[in-house]
């Protein structure tokens, strides 16, 4: 258990649903990072945070959004889902906001858009 | 051309034969790396850590930093059916973002 927690596991849904993915970071980190990960793309930097605030937007979709609550746990909202959002989205947290010693990273959330 | 590249392989190697995987990338300002390995259905792990230039060994596993190169490597002695996983480079500038490479594949047949 790597620390990170991800809720949930697997999740099947149609086109043009909207879903929540959430995360709670190991016990002390104060950043979270969303990760897309597809077989074609590989890992892709979505966004970061870092003790409630948005540090860092990558390639994420204007349909997707994020943030973090006090307690520091993470949502990633996707909506408007499309066919090609099926993928794995890992969550990630480090102590700081840079990220250069390594990132934990949870299980991650198998999403399946049909 | 993507900041790293990384063969996915797939890699097949006998037990306790000497695996070895690669990365190469593009940007000159990366100075930290890392070697994450990702078993079937989990989240990545961090298995190697390295600033700058150099080598650095763990038990079975070194990694080996080529900045004039721009080029690093892994090498995992003894490799056991255990190994067989997913290997992703990563590597920073410094800031909050990790670019990873796409993952070797590798199994290692008892």
């Known amino acids: 258990d790597s620390g990170v927690t991800q809720t949930p596991k697997h999740l099947i849904t149609a086109t043009g649903q909207r879903v929540t993915l959430r995360c709670s970071p190991r016990s002390g980190d104060l950043s979270v990072y969303w990760y897309q990960q597809s077989l074609d793309q590989g890992l892709q930097f979505l966004i970061q945070y870092y003790n409630g605030e948005e540090r860092a937007k990558g390639n994420i979709l204007e349909r997707f959004s994020a943030q973090q609550f006090p307690d520091l746990h993470s949502e990633l909202n996707l909506s408007s889902l499309e066919l090609g959002d099926s993928a794995l989205y890992f969550c990630a947290s480090s102590l700081g906001v840079q990220g250069y010693y390594g990132y934990t990273f949870g299980s991650g959330t198998r999403l399946t858009v049909v | 051309q993507k900041e790293v590249e990384q063969d996915p392989g797939p890699l097949s190697v006998p037990e306790g034969a000497i695996v070895s995987l690669n990365c190469t990338y593009s940007?000159?300002?990366?100075?930290?790396f890392m070697w994450y390995r990702q078993y079937s259905r989990k989240g990545p792990e961090l298995l190697m850590y390295t600033y700058s230039s150099g080598n650095k060994e763990d038990g079975r596993f070194t990694a080996q930093v080529d900045k004039s190169s721009k080029y690093i490597s892994l090498f995992i002695r003894d490799s056991q059916p255990s190994d067989s996983a997913t290997y992703l480079c990563a590597m920073s500038a410094g800031d909050y973002k990790l670019s990873f490479g796409a993952g070797t594949t590798v199994t290692v047949r008892a």
């Open positions: 940007n000159s300002a990366f100075q930290y």
